[in-house]
């Protein structure tokens, strides 16, 4: 059986092009487009990178971007204030602090400062306990993300045996929540779990999000099973020069795709699926504050 590599942008270009549509229906609705507000505290490489993605997207699905760059000694105090404004500015509909944050200011206070029905990342208290509870939220992009592909790759989930490798409050949990309500058997397992290797290769469904470069390899995977690979890493590849990098998940891709049924690679696989589902949730928070009718995206 060969291995089906699964297109995540492939999926996101899509996706996109789905939000452009009730973003235009929005826009019809209440004169102007749904509108995200990113905020970006000090010179982080990557995330600079991240909101020059974000923002690139959110003009290209045809969302007015909105972004605040703050020097990185920024006090907490100062970044609270400029989210009580957004939060108050009814022309911005979705907001996004850009983490990590420098070591001055508590992450989650400020997460948890962000209006929950601006709260676009879904990392707000009130979105996860909706969400933990069956409820309607604005989902965390990444999870939402793999939830796209696997109903894309393999129909109903219902009655899969799941398996979430990482219990972040970004990715671990809030995919274990959403798997759950798919109807799958969820296990969520971490670094402290015993025999993981033995409780992974028994899933239908592996999702890897435990931060470390390659750790899942073949012997973790059931044949035939959908693996998910959430990880991004930067490892040393000297064989391109030196000082140089390749990206790679956190799971070993070759090993891991040779008994897999399906596969995300890295880059490609997940990490375009992350924006395209902000796009989605900044639109969504739009047509639930000004009650427009939208499609289900």
């Given at each position: 059986?060969?291995?089906?590599?699964?297109?995540?942008?492939?999926?996101?270009?899509?996706?996109?092009?789905?939000?452009?549509?009730?973003?235009?229906?929005?826009?019809?609705?209440?004169?102007?487009?749904?509108?995200?507000?990113?905020?970006?505290?000090?010179?982080?490489?990557?995330?600079k990178v991240y909101v020059r993605n974000k923002i690139e997207r959110t003009e290209a699905a045809g969302m007015r971007s909105i972004e605040h760059k703050l020097d990185v000694n920024t006090d907490?105090?100062?970044?609270?204030?400029?989210?009580?404004?957004?939060?108050?500015?009814?022309?911005?509909?979705?907001?996004?602090?850009?983490?990590?944050?420098?070591?001055?200011?508590?992450?989650?206070?400020?997460?948890?400062?962000?209006?929950?029905?601006?709260?676009?990342?879904?990392?707000?208290?009130?979105?996860?306990?909706?969400?933990?509870?069956?409820?309607?939220?604005?989902?965390?992009?990444?999870?939402?993300?793999?939830?796209?592909?696997?109903?894309?790759?393999?129909?109903?989930?219902?009655?899969?045996?799941?398996?979430?490798?990482?219990?972040?409050?970004?990715?671990?949990?809030?995919?274990?929540?959403?798997?759950?309500?798919?109807?799958?058997?969820?296990?969520?397992?971490?670094?402290?779990?015993?025999?993981?290797?033995?409780?992974?290769?028994?899933?239908?469904?592996?999702?890897?999000?435990?931060?470390?470069?390659?750790?899942?390899?073949?012997?973790?995977?059931?044949?035939?099973?959908?693996?998910?690979?959430?990880?991004?890493?930067?490892?040393?590849?000297?064989?391109?020069g030196e000082g140089k990098f390749r990206l790679t998940g956190d799971v070993d891709y070759d090993s891991a795709a040779a008994k897999a049924g399906a596969i995300t690679p890295v880059p490609g696989?997940?990490?375009?699926?992350?924006?395209?589902?902000?796009?989605?949730?900044?639109?969504?928070?739009?047509?639930?504050?000004?009650?427009?009718?939208?499609?289900?995206?």
């Amino acid at each position: 059986m060969e291995t089906k590599i699964i297109d995540g942008k492939a999926f996101s270009e899509k996706l996109v092009e789905a939000v452009a549509v009730e973003a235009s229906k929005i826009k019809a609705a209440i004169g102007r487009p749904p509108a995200l507000a990113v905020v970006l505290v000090g010179e982080n490489s990557a995330s600079k990178v991240y909101v020059r993605n974000k923002i690139e997207r959110t003009e290209a699905a045809g969302m007015r971007s909105i972004e605040h760059k703050l020097d990185v000694n920024t006090d907490q105090a100062t970044l609270l204030a400029l989210i009580e404004e957004m939060n108050n500015d009814d022309a911005v509909d979705g907001i996004l602090v850009q983490l990590p944050l420098p070591d001055q200011i508590d992450e989650d206070a400020v997460i948890n400062a962000v209006a929950p029905e601006k709260d676009v990342d879904g990392f707000h208290v009130v979105n996860a306990g909706l969400l933990a509870t069956g409820q309607d939220s604005l989902v965390p992009c990444t999870p939402y993300g793999c939830l796209l592909l696997l109903r894309d790759q393999l129909g109903s989930l219902s009655g899969l045996n799941a398996v979430v490798v990482g219990r972040s409050n970004i990715v671990g949990k809030p995919m274990a929540q959403l798997l759950l309500k798919e109807s799958c058997t969820v296990t969520i397992a971490h670094s402290r779990t015993k025999d993981l290797k033995e409780v992974c290769a028994r899933a239908d469904i592996l999702v890897a999000a435990v931060g470390r470069a390659e750790m899942i390899d073949g012997d973790y995977v059931k044949q035939g099973a959908t693996v998910i690979d959430v990880g991004i890493n930067r490892v040393a590849a000297p064989e391109r020069g030196e000082g140089k990098f390749r990206l790679t998940g956190d799971v070993d891709y070759d090993s891991a795709a040779a008994k897999a049924g399906a596969i995300t690679p890295v880059p490609g696989g997940v990490g375009p699926m992350t924006i395209a589902c902000l796009l989605r949730n900044t639109a969504v928070a739009a047509a639930r504050r000004f009650n427009v009718e939208i499609a289900d995206i």
